[in-house]
């Protein structure tokens, strides 16, 4: 069974496609998964096992497929189809069903079954977006997934990632300092992980403040991401892709999160602890009563 799904978001988003993935397998034993996604996300999910191959979305012949419909006169299929057309199975989350794109994905994968789903639900839908998918696919008879023991080496670090894509969604990085020195002083070795939105952010002073009292690890790729992880005792971020990598790994995590709805959009993982503040997210956001129970959090999930 060959199935293709096609998905074009966050990298927080592209892992809560993993409960989905998961599932196709468990439906289809024999089955191969491909992924269309950003380039570096497809490399990710492959080390995962997510999928066993994948494909770049922003393909100049695929981007050419939300634009007017593919020529029918003296072609065939074969002359504007891309490497992953050939699928028993096409579940697309780029498109409606009715644009241009379906269209031109019916002409390009005559034999395949096409399913489209939405990848984000409506801010009332009472559930996790993991469910939403799986409603929205219900003909296909797919299960949640069975999750994995959590991974957690009791001579690793708490590796902490104090950043996200929003402004909006971060904790005060001196409460993240906070709990650094405590963690450490507990005898639990403390790292910290930066991508490029950090490095770009916080102040030289800052970056050069973390350098001198932690391991800094500064924007590595995703892959290799996934290897630090997995030799972590724990982990504490805020609602970003990271923190959703970490919890698909197993790892036992703290996840902060502000004005998102934590219900929809939770990390997926076997030992996850969502901590998410009430009432106002702006000033409020960091304030003493709320350090004290993410402290609390990390010290139980690393004990």
Request: with cysteine.
């Amino acid at each position: 069974m060959k199935i293709t799904v096609v998905h074009q978001g966050a990298l927080g988003d592209t892992l809560l496609l993993a409960s989905l993935l998961v599932s196709l397998q468990r439906r289809w034993s024999a089955v191969q998964r491909t992924l269309v996604t950003r380039c570096s996300f497809g490399h990710l999910m492959i080390k995962l096992g997510l999928a066993e191959s994948a494909f770049d979305a922003d393909d100049a012949r695929h981007s050419a497929w939300f634009g007017a419909s593919l020529p029918c006169t003296n072609t065939s299929p074969s002359d504007f189809s891309l490497p992953w057309t050939n699928s028993d199975l096409l579940l697309s989350a780029v498109s409606s069903g009715e644009d241009a794109w379906a269209a031109n994905a019916r002409q390009a994968c005559p034999g395949a079954r096409i399913l489209f789903f939405l990848p984000r639900p409506l801010p009332d839908y009472p559930h996790h977006v993991t469910t939403f998918h799986r409603e929205q696919l219900a003909p296909l008879g797919l299960r949640p997934p069975v999750l994995t023991n959590p991974v957690q080496r009791r001579h690793g670090p708490l590796l902490i990632h104090p950043g996200s894509g929003g402004r909006e969604k971060c904790w005060p990085l001196e409460n993240f300092i906070r709990v650094a020195h405590v963690v450490k002083e507990a005898g639990i070795r403390v790292e910290f992980l930066l991508g490029e939105v950090e490095l770009e952010r916080f102040s030289r002073h800052d970056i050069a403040r973390l350098g001198r009292e932690f391991a800094v690890h500064c924007n590595i790729p995703l892959v290799q991401v996934v290897d630090l992880l997995a030799e972590s005792r724990g982990y504490l971020g805020n609602d970003s892709g990271i923190t959703h990598l970490a919890a698909w790994v197993g790892v036992p995590v703290v996840a902060i999160f502000g004005p998102s709805n934590a219900v929809q959009w939770h990390p997926v993982g076997p030992k996850v602890q969502v901590y998410q503040p009430k009432g106002d997210f702006g000033a409020q956001y960091g304030a003493e009563k709320d350090y004290q129970q993410v402290l609390k959090l990390v010290l139980e999930q690393c004990g």
